[in-house]
């Protein structure tokens, strides 16, 4: 069975940065494909960022381009959401996910194609 949790949210002051992770296991293979998402109180949960299976295609919102970074670490079954320059917008529950049956290089933000989630860990920008 495919888990995901997530780690590392908190509080943070504008301006600053945190880093999430995304811990895996039950995958029959290293190479699985990761989105990160996030859902604001009273809003519909969005893509922020994926990474493909084959670890070479990332995709970002606008919201968040140039400002966070999705990466991997095979060693550790870890996908780590690195945040920067955070504004108090920034604020949500965010969730990991993977589509098993992504095609080799490729990532999405269709939410109705995932098949497994984490439970979320809060971040929260505030001065």
């Known amino acids: 069975q495919v888990q995901l949790v997530e780690s590392g949210g908190g509080l943070v002051q504008p301006g600053g940065s945190l880093r999430l992770s995304c811990v895996a296991s039950g995958f029959t293979s290293d190479y699985y494909e990761i989105g990160w998402f996030r859902q604001a109180p009273g809003k519909e949960r969005e893509g922020v960022s994926c990474?493909?299976?084959?670890?070479?295609?990332?995709y970002y919102s606008d919201s968040v381009k140039g400002r966070f970074t999705i990466s991997r670490d095979f060693r550790k079954n870890t996908v780590y959401l690195q945040m920067s320059s955070l504004k108090p917008e920034d604020t949500a529950v965010y969730y990991c996910?993977?589509?098993?049956?992504?095609?080799?290089?490729?990532?999405?933000?269709?939410?109705?194609?995932?098949?497994?989630w984490g439970q979320g860990t809060q971040v929260t920008v505030s001065s």
């Open positions: 996910a993977t589509d098993e049956e992504a095609s080799w290089g490729t990532c999405h933000f269709g939410q109705d194609e995932y098949d497994y």
């Open positions: 990474i493909s299976s084959s670890d070479d295609i990332t």
